[in-house]
């Protein structure tokens, strides 16, 4: 996914690269490079002091702590269970253990990175992080929710925190047995890598844990919907375990051709992988792609669950409402990489989608243990990064960042189902420009 843009890199952005490199050089050169990254530090902050946060101008680097980086960890023995990635290697987590009164609280987080949908698709997959633990960056920074920075996630920073890598393609939901496909070896076994990463997280602690979160972004979002209840019935009935799903709830809508494109590609995906048993709530006249919308999946949950979602979901909006294909004349190449350039007709086209979203969550706000954050912002995916979690940058609605309303809906201080007016009214929104088609981490 791309960063959120900024007006020029900042020196500790450089400086946090090199501070990599230099790895085990020995103490005098980290001493060296510490004192280069606070003389950085310093000298950003005194940048951006007297630059006022606006929707109009880049958002400031806030003034956080390095993130902490956390080391890749390989699922034991997930080879001999079958829980592999589409290339047959092991999958992987990050854990961050918790501390001080988080040592007994949990909290996990699914890896977002779209679907694939053929065997050629999930082929290139598999040469990446999104299909092979060979690929994975060996650390990874923890930022937004899952930062132990007490002042950018004040709510979850000293919790166990673990983000789950994402590598077979289906959101955590295939399990086909055969192995070899298209004369080519292929493992479709996304079930099977939930089972065993909760495996060993319950025998590392999570299996006490008193209170308990599940979270994902983007496909890692619809894991969530997916696996909510499934995590809810791992832990003790004494604990309080909740979901949350950021960016994740994508909709069956028709896109600017008149198709139905993303229903037609989770057709393909759950054919491929055998999805469809996982869902025994799809009535039989349904096709089997509808089963995979979380608008289907979240009528049957139970357990306490937080919609985190933008009315204009940049991926949403390039993938599901003007897909590749729908538009042979680009009419929409420059709305859908900056929405302040739409026009006045597809702004009306982008208000009916956003009409679509809040029809398709209606249901689920009468809930009362349910919460919803649906901003109005052009952006995807708000939980995990430092500026859209919880920053003087962040996105409000109702004086509340993010961050500020999902923990007091965990925490039961309010009821918080917040939507958001229509575009363009919040000044707060940071909206994303993409100069390249999106992709996701």
Not at 101 to 129: I, Q
Not at 206 to 212: D, M
Request: hydrophobic letters at 35%; a neutral charge; glycine letters at 8%.
């Amino acid at each position: 996914m791309p960063s959120l843009s900024t007006s020029s890199a900042p020196a500790t952005h450089q400086l946090r690269l090199w501070w990599r490199r230099l790895g085990r050089r020995g103490a005098a050169g980290a001493a060296f490079a510490t004192a280069l990254l606070a003389a950085a530090l310093f000298l950003t902050l005194s940048r951006y002091a007297a630059v006022p946060a606006d929707s109009t101008s880049s958002p400031p680097s806030y003034g956080h702590r390095l993130p902490t980086l956390v080391e890749l960890t390989l699922v034991d023995g997930a080879k001999d269970k079958g829980a592999v990635c589409l290339d047959g290697t092991p999958p992987g987590y990050h854990f961050l253990p918790g501390f001080g009164d988080g040592s007994d609280k949990w909290l996990l987080h699914l890896e977002g990175g779209s679907w694939c949908r053929s065997f050629e698709s999930c082929a290139r997959r598999k040469k990446t992080n999104l299909g092979s633990s060979a690929h994975m960056d060996r650390r990874v920074e923890f930022v937004g929710i899952l930062s132990d920075d007490e002042s950018q996630n004040p709510d979850f920073y000293n919790w166990n925190k673990v983000k789950i890598r994402y590598c077979d393609g289906a959101s955590f939901s295939g399990n086909v047995e055969d192995e070899v496909k298209n004369g080519t070896s292929f493992f479709f076994r996304g079930q099977r890598i939930w089972e065993a990463a909760m495996a060993e997280l319950l025998w590392k602690g999570l299996a006490r844990a008193k209170q308990a979160f599940l979270t994902g972004c983007s496909a890692g979002g619809l894991s969530t919907y997916i696996h909510c209840d499934d995590f809810r019935a791992l832990l003790p009935k004494t604990s309080t375990v909740k979901c949350l799903a950021d960016g994740g709830f994508f909709l069956d809508v028709e896109d600017i051709s008149g198709r139905r494109y993303m229903r037609s590609f989770y057709n393909d995906v759950t054919r491929l992988q055998d999805v469809r048993k996982r869902f025994p709530h799809c009535s039989s006249d349904m096709e089997p792609g509808q089963c995979f919308f979380p608008r289907e999946v979240a009528k049957s949950i139970t357990t306490p669950m937080f919609i985190l979602n933008p009315a204009y979901d940049v991926w949403q909006v390039e993938h599901v409402l003007s897909p590749e294909g729908s538009d042979p004349q680009s009419l929409w190449q420059n709305c859908r990489m900056d929405i302040t350039k739409c026009s006045s007709k597809q702004l009306e086209i982008l208000q009916g989608f956003r009409k679509a979203l809040l029809d398709a969550i209606s249901e689920f706000k009468n809930r009362i243990d349910w919460g919803m954050f649906i901003d109005s912002c052009f952006i995807h995916c708000q939980s995990m990064n430092a500026l859209t979690w919880h920053s003087p940058s962040a996105a409000r609605i109702n004086n509340k960042t993010v961050a500020e309303a999902v923990g007091d809906w965990f925490f039961n201080r309010r009821e918080v189902k917040e939507i958001d007016c229509e575009y363009p009214c919040n000044p707060s929104c940071y909206n994303k420009v993409l100069d390249e088609p999106y992709k996701e981490d």
